[in-house]
């Protein structure tokens, strides 16, 4: 469904990604793993047309995405669900999810839509009329990722979901990912918490200063001693606090 090959991306003069190529196929859910600066978040700014690579391109179902606007690549099937929410704070949850349907023409589609992001949180119902900026960390998440979800995405970036959160919001907002994934939503995954990034997905790549520099499944993830090392917290480095972030 997405294929990544030799991205290269700068801000100014700084190439903050460095060749990246990786894959994701329809049904998968693929994670993004790395620490600090490492170029993340980058990636899924590149793919859904924020950034412009200056070299490299980018495929999304066997069309050429890398010089489209954002606009146009979330027509063709692509949402994002960007690090810190960016909800829209001075709107209400309801009219931040009409935000996320704005290529919706049908108003009993659009009905629909919203019943089913409901669904998901039923939290949201119950806030639908109260200004999004109000709303907790994790009912931000939880309307951030419903706003994405409102044009039903062949394929779903999320940066960072569990950022800021507290474990046992963690643990809900996994278990939805999880459920969407099992629905069917192919999804891209940047993630700091590593176990349960690694846990839900089929695939990951680890990133170093933008580049990949593991790829596999769980399992062979977890057999790599540098990435128990490093991304673990086992081993020497200690400290996963030093090692993740945005």
């Known amino acids: 469904m997405l294929k990544v090959v030799g991205v290269e991306t700068y801000y100014g003069k700084v190439k903050a990604l460095h060749g ?6 329809e049904g998968q859910l693929v994670t993004i793993l790395g620490a600090n600066g490492a170029g993340k978040t980058t990636i899924l700014k590149t793919i859904s047309g924020l950034v412009e690579p200056e070299n490299g391109t980018i495929h999304f179902n066997d069309i050429r ?3 489209k606007d954002p606009e146009d690549i979330v027509a063709m099937g692509i949402s994002h669900v960007p690090e810190w929410r960016r909800i829209f704070p001075e709107l209400t949850v309801y009219e931040n999810l009409l935000m996320g349907g704005f290529l919706i023409k049908e108003k009993d589609l659009l009905r629909d839509r919203m019943e089913e992001a409901y669904r998901h949180f039923p939290v949201l119902r119950q806030r639908q009329e109260q200004r999004a900026g109000t709303l907790s960390g994790g009912e931000q998440q939880m309307l951030a990722i419903s706003r ?8 779903l970036l999320l940066d960072e979901p569990s950022l800021g959160l507290s474990p046992l919001l963690v643990q809900d907002i996994f278990a939805t990912i999880k459920e969407l ?6 999804i891209l995954l940047v993630e700091q918490n590593v176990n349960h990034a690694l846990k839900i997905a089929d695939y990951g790549y680890v990133l170093t200063t933008g580049k990949i520099f593991l790829s596999g499944t769980y399992e062979d993830l977890l057999d790599e001693e540098k990435v128990r090392e490093q991304y673990l917290g086992e081993g020497k480095y200690t400290r996963r606090a030093d090692l993740w972030g945005g």
């Open 65 to 67: 995405i890398d010089r």
């Open 181 to 186: 994934h099992r629905s069917g939503v192919t």
């Open 148 to 155: 994405a979800l409102m044009l039903k995405p062949k394929l």
């Open 20 to 25: 990246v190529s990786l894959e994701v196929k």
